[in-house]
């Protein structure tokens, strides 16, 4: 039982273009919510995190929106570059365990 | 900071061999470590979590006998997958946190193929 939905599955963007990758949740007892970017052959890495007391953060080209109310967030890329592609996969966690979304495949043609 | 490195980073091996993969945390004390399975274009699925010092925690379904955790110390803990047959082939991940309330860092995976 998938704790996090994630969608899509895959997405194309043109580069300078926006990608948006959605994630919903039903446990409220969820209060941490980071997103993974993760190469081919490696593991993820930590690109940015939000806590429900905020409804957007902001990192570089890289910002995360979160609805409490609709119990959803998500992750848009602006100025998708080529360097961007990458499987990105949403969490959330009660401070014990995160619960992964399926993942996002996002692949940025020059 | 917050580096995490895990070795081997590819095993191959034979039907019935025991394998010890090592997971570090290289500048911090993690007090905590986790260990993940991820199959080809799948999300990770989470092992078990192990706390320095004790017993580590299994999920639902994943046998303990058949994967060995230990955490000896603040920064290394190991997994060895034991009498490993070809259905254990997958991609293994490790994380490290340094307390509650601090995110997960993930180490580069250990590809893991059993012939």
């Known amino acids: 039982q998938q704790q996090v939905k994630q969608s899509p599955q895959s997405l194309i963007v043109q580069k300078g273009g926006i990608s948006i990758i959605n994630c919903a949740y039903e446990?409220?007892?969820?209060?941490?919510f980071p997103w993974y970017q993760q190469f081919p052959g490696k593991g993820p890495a930590l690109l940015i995190a939000i806590r429900p007391d905020v409804s957007e953060k902001k990192e570089g080209r890289f910002t995360i929106s979160f609805n409490k109310s609709a119990k959803q967030f998500s992750l848009h890329i602006m100025d998708s570059q080529p360097g961007d592609s990458a499987t990105y996969f949403c969490a959330a966690s009660n401070d014990y365990k995160l619960s992964f979304g399926a993942g996002t495949t996002v692949t940025v043609r020059a | 900071g917050a580096v995490v490195s895990q070795h081997p980073s590819r095993v191959i091996c034979k039907s019935g061999t025991s394998v010890k993969i090592e997971c570090r945390s290289l500048d911090f004390q993690a007090t905590t470590m986790f260990w993940y399975r991820q199959f080809p274009k799948q999300s990770l699925m989470l092992m078990a979590t192990s706390n320095e010092g004790s017993k580590a925690t299994y999920e639902q379904g994943v046998e303990k006998d058949k994967f060995l955790i230990n955490h000896a110390s603040l920064t290394l803990s190991t997994l060895t997958v034991t009498s490993a047959h070809p259905e254990d082939s997958s991609f293994y991940i490790c994380?490290?946190?340094?307390?509650?309330?601090?995110?997960?860092?993930f180490g580069d995976g250990t590809r893991l193929s059993i012939l």
């Open positions: 446990n409220t007892a969820f209060d941490y």
């Open positions: 994380s490290a946190r340094m307390g509650s309330n601090q995110p997960q860092h």
